[in-house]
């Protein structure tokens, strides 16, 4: 009998979370899976892992070799940012590529940060409901989607996550959730029941969106949280989370007994830290960037973005709720101008003038990049001593700034790029990852060194939760035995680890495959 491969996952679900409800009983199928399969924790990418997880899970390679890491990253050879499509962009073939060019059959929906692979012997879908939309709704073949759309519709959250809410916002926006991991169950179970597949992937992302949108209404410790709110609305992650399980639960009993189950929980959530937001600032006062010699048109608009935010936030949480379906068409256009995460913001820094400037790089850590000579077009640090010499230089400045009013360092680490990845598209990447501290939620805030002086900041976007790198998984099947696995695997194990359980050849990889999974019975396990 040909061995069948079932990937069921949790998009940025915080390990102890699931652990603590499914062994309350409130997430009954993890917490039968977790008592009769493997467990075992993960990791995701240092320093890059927010926008490289999901890349680095399908090639199995680090994002010096994929060649994304982030939603927005820098034309090479120039100061300019643009969207980073992954379909588009991804320097490595998808594992499902290999598995379908040799035979195997195989069944992919929705994961998170993929592009369409056309010709696979089998079907994909690509954003029916996603956190990091990139497309907007397709398929292979492409004819699935309309077929799709006809028997389950589309899914109940069909804008960005991102938004300011009020209480009765908030339940809409959970409720809409819930439903759409219900959806996504049938869907699921649909192409189960087909049953010509050797691999099957199914990724529920509304775990993603709750935990940026309400990790505040969950944690009555964070400094934006209302009790009122909190006992109308509810934990929100708590009912997500309690709904992916279920839904789990459905998929697993249309599932047979003979097919290995693998559940992962790719990449953590928890509260929003770290000033990324004052980044540039902290380098200008460090005196290694250049401020712009004038607020172009774009950074004037984003002033106006700035201020009016706040007073539309306000205006519509005071808007009565009868209105508020009136004004909606008016509003939408509005909100979307407002979101940063739409447009990229225009810099302070003049990039071509400075030692070093910010690049996206999400917001849980920081990424700066060199002005290095050779490789900018107007670089200003050679290659060798004075490049090792400035990153030193900027990493001990920078490891000084503290949070004047709790005392506590700013920043944990700075991480060097090339002391982690090697590969041939390692020059996409940022030089220097500054890994923030994470002993508590960002807010309102004042940073100080020798160096920098004092500067104030408020964060005031809509996310109160971010990622952080640390993940999960529990697989069960024939022959895996219950029990621990010892040490952390990478996300990049993943890939080689499917081609391995279905004797598939995955070419130059940095992961490896998980021995417990691929040949479970002959692995004894401490």
């Not at 073939?93 to 035979?103: M, N, T």
């Not at 993929?114 to 397709?138: I, M, P, R």
């Not at 209480?167 to 192409?191: M, N, S, W």
């Amino acid at each position: 009998m040909e061995r069948k491969v079932a990937l069921l996952g949790i998009d940025a679900g915080n390990r102890y979370l699931i652990e603590r409800w499914a062994a309350e009983g409130a997430m009954p199928a993890l917490q039968s899976l977790l008592r009769k399969g493997l467990r075992g924790n993960t990791m995701s990418l240092p320093g890059l892992f927010t926008g490289a997880t999901w890349p680095s899970f399908q090639t199995g390679v680090n994002p010096a070799k994929s060649g994304v890491y982030s939603w927005m990253q820098l034309a090479p050879g120039s100061y300019q940012p643009y969207r980073c499509l992954t379909g588009e962009r991804l320097r490595r073939r998808p594992f499902w590529r290999y598995l379908s060019d040799a035979g195997r059959r195989v069944t992919i929906l929705d994961v998170p940060l993929s592009g369409l692979t056309e010709g696979l012997n089998g079907v994909q879908t690509v954003e029916w409901g996603a956190h990091d939309a990139q497309y907007g709704f397709t398929t292979w073949p492409h004819a699935l989607a309309r077929e799709i759309e006809a028997r389950f519709g589309r899914h109940p959250l069909h804008d960005i996550c991102n938004g300011d809410r009020d209480t009765a916002g908030y339940v809409e926006f959970r409720d809409k959730l819930v439903r759409g991991i219900a959806t996504r169950a049938d869907i699921t179970r649909h192409f189960v029941r087909r049953g010509d597949w050797n691999f099957l992937a199914q990724v529920w992302s509304e775990s993603h969106c709750v935990g940026h949108q309400c990790w505040h209404i969950h944690d009555p410790s964070h400094p934006r949280h209302d009790a009122a709110q909190a006992r109308e609305v509810g934990d929100p992650l708590k009912q997500v989370y309690v709904a992916i399980d279920a839904a789990i639960g459905e998929v697993l009993r249309a599932l047979d007994d003979d097919t290995t189950v693998i559940v992962l929980a790719s990449h953590g959530m928890g509260y929003k830290y770290g000033p990324q937001f004052l980044l540039e600032k902290i380098l200008l006062a460090l005196g290694v960037a250049a401020p712009a010699s004038a607020p172009p048109p774009a950074a004037e608009a984003r002033r106006i973005r700035d201020n009016f935010d706040p007073l539309l936030t306000w205006g519509w949480r005071h808007v009565p709720a009868a209105l508020r379906e009136l004004l909606q068409p008016i509003r939408a256009p509005l909100r979307d101008y407002m979101l940063p995460d739409r447009k990229p913001r225009p810099p302070l820094v003049n990039p071509a003038e400075s030692k070093c400037f910010v690049v996206e790089n999400n917001h849980a850590h920081g990424g700066i990049r060199v002005n290095l000579a050779g490789r900018e077009p107007n670089g200003r640090i050679a290659r060798g001593p004075d490049l090792d010499a400035f990153c030193a230089d900027l990493t001990r400045d920078l490891l000084d700034i503290v949070d004047l009013d709790s005392g506590h360092r700013v920043v944990a680490r700075v991480l060097r790029t090339d002391d982690l990845y090697r590969g041939e598209h390692r020059d996409l990447l940022p030089d220097l990852l500054v890994e923030w501290s994470s002993h508590a939620p960002i807010s309102k805030i004042r940073l100080g060194s020798e160096k920098i002086g004092e500067i104030v900041g408020e964060y005031r976007f809509c996310r109160s939760g971010d990622h952080f790198p640390g993940g999960m998984f529990v697989a069960t099947g024939p022959g895996i035995r219950p029990g621990t696995l010892e040490g952390t695997v990478s996300i990049m194990d993943f890939a080689p680890t499917f081609c391995r359980m279905l004797d598939v050849d995955l070419p130059d990889v940095d992961g490896r495959p998980i021995d417990e999974l691929v040949t479970p019975a002959a692995v004894p396990l401490a």
